[in-house]
């Protein structure tokens, strides 16, 4: 829906208001504040940059404003003197950059003479960016930049002129010259001099061309894989509503000067589109658009605004909460918004992405485990760009008939994104090839795993929240109906593929895949040695004899066999990097993530005994459970810190290798009805995924019974009931009181099992993963909350429930998913905990979490995961599952 002109003006400033305008079309006057009015920089946008890779820790230094699917942002102007945003930040396909800074800069000229203006005020809201102005005799100017569409933006110019003076404008700008910052200190060449965007991307050709409304950036064809992607057809386009009488392009072709004469009316309104679009069909439809915008700017304007209404009225409806929840819930919304990309490329769908300021993160790329929790958090506010997000991960579900993996039907991908791998771009149509000839170049589409059950859970949320919140019941049972069979699809491929011991639990693993496994072109070129065959699992490791190098291997008997030998000092196996992905908490101490004396070598500064001791988690593990001498000798090399141990004997280094043993990770080979590789299992069950399990059981259960298939619902409700008892019978240990995974030995246990309990890996947030699902018993709850207080476990100083427990061998506060506070862990155990009757307890862990989290509660951005020990932000910021996680605390759980 699109609203006219007629209905209403957009008043800029302190106050927003929207003003009736008494046509024909509306009679009726409105004058209410805006609710976005009331929450100004929850998220600090302000900054000025300098450089095309602006960057702080590896993520754009400054936050610009995304919002409404866009593929460009603006950050606030911090300077003033002319009337501009701050910096004009794109994304290009799978990477985001700055183009500019204080791009189109609007100076005044007034009775023939400059008209310098202050900067009084600049603040982001909900859905806009606001500057005001000050100049002499009564000049005042207001700024407000909305985006009307997913690829344009559009910003109202208003000038103050009570004296009627004649008023001249002059805008400029100027492309980035530089190409890479690290906190303001630009990059330099060998020679000392600073590198340029030319010499760090030489096919970049970027130029600016007149147009009859304003100017046109183009781009040249880059396709750096890991920074900078660009069709060479992309363009950004500056359209004005005042035609500019006098243009003046530089030599170079880098900046612009234009300028019109503004008149004498006493309020003088100007409005200016950002259009930024990756490819020829992408100007072919939004510069069309353009069209219907300039024709209704303000129309454009307030939908924009009602917009933003209506995601506050869905979504602030805790009544109970505090000004610092709903602060922050807003904050979360204002995240998740960002992180919304209109559809482009390969995924035909709007999607939501991890974070648009961190370059790995931006894009479209899509993950399954980040779409599920976006998800059931967007479905409270807006839940259409909720379903868009889970049918992008859906959009690539493995077929029958797939070209790449026919093998894996059902399949979720773990990565999805604009550029396609090869494989899969030779099995597009022509029409799509067309368009997109370059498509092969982006790297970050992965097919090596997949993620947690938690895509009924996600469907779910997004019904009930259709039919009762929203009242779209009949789109609600359709959006069942449309889910229904694929989620059918993805549970019956984790019985196929990854439940090795066919006992109904399926366990995390990897796919076949060439990262994985031997394929034909590894025996062509004899990379894996003349030993290899094909589907032999590769794995690569280091002994004694090699040292420093690498020795190639295939092959899962030689794998086991290596392990049960012990000969070796380091190992690489791909297959448990990718099921430590699929687990979606990639190095976990609970799948054989753990520091050891490798970490030790090459430091630039040389640690003590006691560093290289918390450093050498495995060798302090060895010194506790076997009495292994784990003092170090440490050197200083050429390269670094050098460290070995002191007591090199067979008799130390025995006991060594005996507790490497509890540590290691093995593998079972599933096979199709071919017996064919299909893709690997850890011999592991772990307890997170049968609960996710169960909850997908049950799940899939109540979308059967609305659907009307009575047969299938009682299909799934007794795998559930089957899960719920599996999980309190052979994963709760009595002992410690916790949760644990489950090592699959041979036959498995007398008491039906799959083996024994994973007790000496420590304890982590899989332990409360029961009582998130609802699965534990009350009993075994009881025992796992003691666990969770418990201050010299999970109840750390600041910001409890890391991702290992504080006695946990390889748990470090800085470590990714061994001690660090990641919020969708947090928010499972204090949801687990009011589940069993715990909330007092658990709302007492939130007000921690609110308290201690750095800048939560101020403009800092949401982070990826937060220091349990000091609070401190850590990973990437602006972190979508994070805003989605503290949405959830918001809506419902605090304030209870």
């Known amino acids: ?29 409105v004058n209410e504040p805006l609710k976005a009015a009331e929450f100004q920089n929850t998220i600090d946008r302000a900054g000025v940059p300098v450089a095309l890779r602006d960057l702080h820790g590896g993520h754009l230094r400054y936050i610009p404003m995304f919002d409404n699917g866009s593929w460009h942002g603006h950050t606030l102007d911090t300077i003033g003197g002319e009337i501009t945003l701050g910096g004009m930040a794109l994304l290009t396909e799978e990477y985001v950059s700055f183009m500019a800074a204080r791009f189109d800069r609007l100076a005044l000229t007034v009775d023939g003479e400059p008209m310098p203006l202050t900067l009084t005020k600049a603040y982001s809201q909900p859905g806009a960016l606001i500057q005001t102005y000050m100049g002499e005799n009564g000049i005042e100017a207001e700024l407000e930049m909305r985006f009307v569409t997913d690829r344009t933006s559009l910003v109202k110019t208003t000038i103050k002129n009570p004296n009627k003076q004649e008023i001249q404008g002059e805008w400029d700008g100027e ?34 061309v007149v147009t009859d409304r304003g100017v046109e950036v183009s781009f040249g064809a880059v396709r750096n894989s890991w920074s900078l992607l660009t069709s060479g057809d992309s ?11 006098a243009s003046t392009i530089s030599d170079d072709k880098k900046s612009f000067v234009q300028s019109a004469s503004l008149g004498t009316d006493e309020a003088i309104t100007l409005y200016t589109a950002y259009t930024h679009v990756q490819n020829m069909q992408e100007q072919a439809s939004e510069f069309a658009n353009l069209d219907k915008v300039m024709a209704d700017p303000q129309g454009y304007m307030y939908e924009s605004a009602m917009r933003w209404e209506t995601y506050l009225k869905k979504g602030l409806t805790n009544n109970a909460a505090s000004k610092e929840h709903e602060f922050v819930a807003v904050k979360a919304m204002e995240t998740l918004h960002a992180n919304w990309r209109g559809a482009a490329g390969a995924i035909d769908h709007d999607t939501v992405t991890p974070s648009v300021t961190a370059p790995y993160f931006s894009g479209n790329m899509t993950w399954p485990w980040d779409t599920w929790k976006q998800a059931y958090a967007m479905a409270h506010f807006n839940p259409d760009v909720a379903m868009e997000n889970i049918r992008t991960v859906f959009q690539y579900q493995v077929q029958s008939d797939d070209p790449v993996r026919p093998w894996d039907e059902g399949y979720l991908l773990d990565v999805v994104t604009y550029n396609l791998p090869a494989e899969r771009w030779e099995g597009m149509p022509a029409a799509f090839k067309e368009v997109f000839p370059q498509a092969t170049d982006g790297l970050n589409w992965n097919e090596r795993n997949t993620k947690p059950s938690l895509a009924a859970w996600a469907v779910w949320e997004v019904y009930t929240a259709l039919k009762d919140e929203h009242h ?13 069979p694929k989620l059918v699809a993805f549970h019956d491929w984790w019985l196929r593929a990854r439940d090795t011991n066919k006992n109904g639990i399926p366990e995390y693993g990897a796919a076949k895949d060439p990262i994985h496994t031997v394929f034909e072109d590894d025996l062509h070129d004899g990379s894996w040695g003349v030993d290899a065959s094909l589907d032999d699992m590769k794995f690569q490791y280091k002994d004694a004899a090699s040292g420093d190098d690498w020795i190639k291997e295939t092959g899962i008997e030689k794998y086991n066999d290596l392990l049960a030998s012990g000969d070796y000092t380091a190992m690489s196996i791909p297959a448990k990097v990718a099921a430590g992905w699929e687990s979606g908490r990639d190095n976990a101490g609970v799948f054989g993530f753990i520091d050891d ?5 090459g430091l630039s500064e040389q640690p003590t005994q006691e560093d290289a001791e918390v450093i050498d988690q495995m060798g302090r593990y060895a010194h506790n459970a076997n009495g292994f001498d784990n003092a170090y000798n440490i050197v200083m090399g050429a390269e670094g810190s050098v460290v070995t141990y002191r007591d090199s004997s067979v008799e130390n280094m025995d006991k060594l290798a005996q507790a490497k043993k509890d540590w290691e990770v093995k593998f079972n080979e599933n096979t199709d009805d071919a017996n064919k590789l299909s893709g690997y299992s850890l011999m592991q069950e772990s307890v997170d995924q049968a609960s996710y399990w169960y909850s997908d059981n049950l799940y899939l259960s109540q979308i059967a019974e609305v659907l009307g298939k009575t047969e299938e619902a009682a299909g799934f409700a007794e795998k559930a009931a089957d899960t719920k008892e599996y999980i309190n019978r052979c994963m709760f240990d009595e002992t410690t009181g916790f949760y644990y995974d489950i090592e699959v030995v041979p036959g498995g246990l007398g008491n039906q099992c799959a083996g024994p309990m994973l007790v000496k890996r420590g304890m982590g947030p899989e332990g409360w993963s029961p009582l998130f699902n ?77 308290n ?45």
């Open 774 to 850: 609802n699965a534990a018993t009350q009993e075994n709850a009881d025992k796992v909350v003691k666990n969770m207080l418990d201050t010299s476990k999970f109840n750390s100083p600041k910001i409890p429930l890391g991702t290992a427990s504080m006695d946990n061998p390889a748990y470090g506060p800085d470590i990714y998913w061994r001690g660090r506070v990641w919020l969708d862990q947090f928010y499972f155990g204090v949801r687990g905990m009011d589940n069993y009757g715990y909330g007092d307890e658990a709302r007492q862990m939130v007000d921690k979490l609110f």
């Open 175 to 208: 492309l980035m010259q530089d190409y890479r910052a690290d906190d303001g200190e630009l990059y330099e060449n060998e020679d000392s001099t600073v590198r340029s965007v030319e010499e760090a991307y030489p096919t970049y050709s970027r130029e600016i």
């Open 235 to 245: 363009k950004f386009e500056v359209t004005r509503s005042i035609q500019p009488e």
């Open 597 to 601: 004396i490798e970490d030790l070598q």
């Open 852 to 896: 201690n989290a750095q800048g939560l509660t101020e403009t800092t951005p949401i982070q990826e995961n937060y220091n349990p020990e000091t609070g401190a932000v850590q990973g990437a910021n602006n972190f979508s599952w994070s805003a989605a996680h503290l949405y959830m605390l918001y809506n419902g759980f605090v304030g209870k």
């Open 1 to 29: 829906m699109h609203f006219k002109t007629s209905l209403c003006a957009i008043a800029v400033g302190v106050a927003l208001t929207l003003s009736g305008c008494n046509s024909s079309d509306n009679e009726t006057n």
């Open 472 to 484: 779209r019941h009949e789109e609600a049972k359709l959006w069942l109906e449309e889910m229904y």
